[in-house]
């Protein structure tokens, strides 16, 4: 009954002005896949009205922001615990607002923290709910799903596997596709990478990525340049390109590079730019982050190391939170071993270097790895936004309510 009445109230928005959507982007990455999304809800629904919260490119999309994304950026329980009471505050006054506006739907894009509690407070009013990418279910404990499914009315996957782990949950999720897939070429272009980096067009590359956040890299970073060094000793025309993601992680990665015994002329510090440098690497040593799938997308064999802090190692463990024996995003996706994991003891320079030189060493195994990594691309690249779109729009309270653009 409640879905109907929300459908006849929908039409008649329409009808009156345009249905009303509201979205919630905690960071820079939220804010680009809402924008998107946005222009293709605009499509499907040319006089709809979008508000929320969220940074630059949604505004530049034409979402009127109550407050800015950056407002919601906070990690680490500390740092969220110091600005526990601002967010609290923002929160009540944000929800306040939105129902008053009278959305008719709600759609919380990532930041779960934030945005799940937000998306539980509507949904028990009857407004509708889409969570737009799905948290790792598949990694840590699977019945979360089932929390999730009491915030959203509907779960927006990034990845294949993830919508069956709903599915027996009892919660309606879809696979939507990866807007990196979506953005990234089926081919990178070595050469021309090469060349806007100014490397040299037949010397080999490795690139070297921490990770993106300061933690990340104290823990990491002097281990992965330890690790380069040996490579670079094994081979003395490797260049070494290390993307940082901005000043803060670049100030941390000049400091650790200049205390490592790496040749200052073959290394090569970047402001950004990380797509570039791999595309321009033969081989990559980073993180079991986000970085892995954007090293598969490139194409380009990796070695993937990671370590957190041997108490928080500990308590995953001791509590069997963790759920999958793969940590590496195109690890988890193929379903077997594309790329060497070593992780925390096993994560030393020796064994990350000896993984490296491998992959030098082995045209064989690059060569089997291309068709494997261009499936997985193309399996991803399924026009996110476009597909977000439609899912949000079949939602049965929007029946009958949308007019599609001529």
Same mark, same amino acid.
């Given at each position: 009954?409640?879905?109907? !009445?929300?459908?006849?109230?929908?039409?008649?928005?329409?009808?009156?002005?345009?249905?009303?959507?509201?979205?919630?982007?905690?960071?820079?990455?939220?804010?680009?896949?809402?924008?998107?999304?946005?222009?293709?809800?605009?499509?499907?629904?040319?006089?709809?009205?979008?508000?929320?919260?969220?940074?630059?490119?949604?505004?530049?999309?034409?979402?009127?922001?109550?407050?800015?994304?950056?407002?919601?950026?906070?990690?680490?329980?500390?740092?969220?615990?110091?600005?526990?009471?601002?967010?609290?505050?923002?929160?009540?006054?944000?929800?306040?607002?939105?129902?008053?506006?009278?959305?008719?739907?709600?759609?919380? !894009?990532?930041?779960?923290?934030?945005?799940?509690?937000?998306?539980?407070?509507?949904?028990?009013?009857?407004?509708?709910?889409?969570?737009?990418?799905?948290?790792?279910?598949?990694?840590?404990? =699977?019945?979360?799903?089932?929390?999730?499914?009491?915030?959203?009315?509907?779960?927006?996957?990034?990845?294949?596997?993830?919508?069956?782990?709903?599915?027996?949950?009892?919660?309606?999720?879809?696979?939507?596709?990866?807007?990196?897939?979506?953005?990234?070429?089926?081919?990178?272009?070595?050469?021309?990478?090469?060349?806007?980096?100014?490397?040299?067009?037949?010397?080999?590359?490795?690139?070297?990525?921490?990770?993106?956040?300061?933690?990340?890299?104290?823990?990491?970073?002097?281990?992965?340049? =330890?690790?380069?060094?040996?490579?670079?000793?094994?081979?003395?025309?490797?260049?070494?390109?290390?993307?940082?993601?901005?000043?803060?992680?670049?100030?941390?990665?000049?400091?650790?590079?200049?205390?490592?015994?790496?040749?200052?002329?073959?290394?090569?510090?970047?402001?950004?730019?990380?797509?570039?440098?791999?595309?321009?690497?033969?081989?990559?040593?980073?993180?079991?982050?986000?970085?892995?799938?954007?090293?598969?997308?490139?194409?380009?064999?990796?070695?993937?190391?990671?370590?957190?802090?041997?108490?928080?190692?500990?308590?995953?463990?001791?509590?069997?939170?963790?759920?999958?024996?793969?940590?590496?995003?195109?690890?988890?996706?193929?379903?077997?071993?594309?790329?060497?994991?070593?992780?925390?003891?096993?994560?030393?320079?020796?064994?990350?270097?000896?993984?490296?030189?491998?992959?030098?060493?082995?045209?064989?195994?690059?060569?089997?790895?291309?068709?494997?990594?261009?499936?997985?691309?193309?399996?991803?690249?399924?026009?996110?936004?476009?597909?977000?779109?439609?899912?949000?729009?079949?939602?049965?309270?929007?029946?009958?309510?949308?007019?599609?653009?001529?």
């Amino acid at each position: 009954m409640n879905e109907r !009445i929300r459908g006849r109230e929908a039409a008649q928005r329409t009808d009156a002005g345009g249905l009303r959507f509201v979205l919630v982007a905690g960071e820079a990455s939220g804010d680009a896949l809402g924008a998107r999304l946005v222009e293709e809800l605009r499509r499907r629904f040319p006089d709809a009205r979008f508000a929320g919260i969220g940074g630059d490119a949604m505004r530049a999309a034409g979402v009127e922001t109550w407050h800015d994304a950056s407002e919601l950026a906070v990690m680490g329980l500390f740092e969220v615990l110091r600005h526990l009471p601002r967010l609290l505050k923002l929160r009540r006054e944000f929800r306040t607002r939105a129902l008053a506006w009278r959305p008719d739907v709600v759609i919380g !894009i990532d930041a779960p923290d934030f945005n799940l509690g937000v998306e539980r407070w509507f949904k028990q009013r009857g407004v509708p709910t889409v969570h737009y990418v799905s948290p790792s279910v598949w990694a840590w404990r =699977e019945k979360r799903a089932e929390k999730i499914g009491a915030s959203a009315d509907r779960v927006l996957c990034l990845f294949p596997m993830e919508p069956a782990i709903y599915a027996r949950h009892g919660v309606d999720a879809r696979f939507v596709g990866h807007p990196m897939a979506d953005a990234m070429p089926l081919h990178p272009d070595r050469e021309a990478a090469r060349a806007a980096l100014g490397l040299p067009a037949g010397a080999p590359v490795l690139a070297v990525l921490p990770g993106s956040r300061l933690g990340e890299i104290e823990r990491l970073g002097e281990v992965f340049f =330890e690790a380069a060094w040996q490579v670079a000793e094994e081979m003395r025309a490797l260049h070494v390109v290390v993307p940082a993601a901005n000043a803060r992680c670049r100030e941390l990665l000049q400091a650790q590079m200049s205390r490592s015994a790496l040749p200052v002329m073959h290394s090569h510090l970047l402001d950004g730019q990380a797509r570039t440098a791999l595309a321009a690497a033969d081989v990559v040593l980073l993180a079991s982050r986000t970085a892995t799938l954007e090293a598969m997308l490139s194409k380009r064999p990796m070695v993937v190391g990671y370590r957190v802090s041997p108490l928080t190692y500990r308590i995953v463990r001791a509590l069997g939170l963790l759920k999958v024996d793969r940590y590496a995003l195109p690890n988890v996706l193929a379903g077997e071993d594309l790329a060497p994991e070593l992780m925390q003891d096993d994560c030393t320079p020796a064994r990350l270097a000896d993984a490296v030189l491998t992959w030098f060493q082995s045209p064989a195994a690059l060569a089997a790895l291309q068709p494997k990594y261009l499936a997985l691309h193309e399996q991803l690249r399924q026009g996110a936004s476009a597909s977000a779109a439609a899912a949000v729009a079949s939602l049965p309270a929007l029946a009958g309510g949308h007019r599609p653009a001529p």
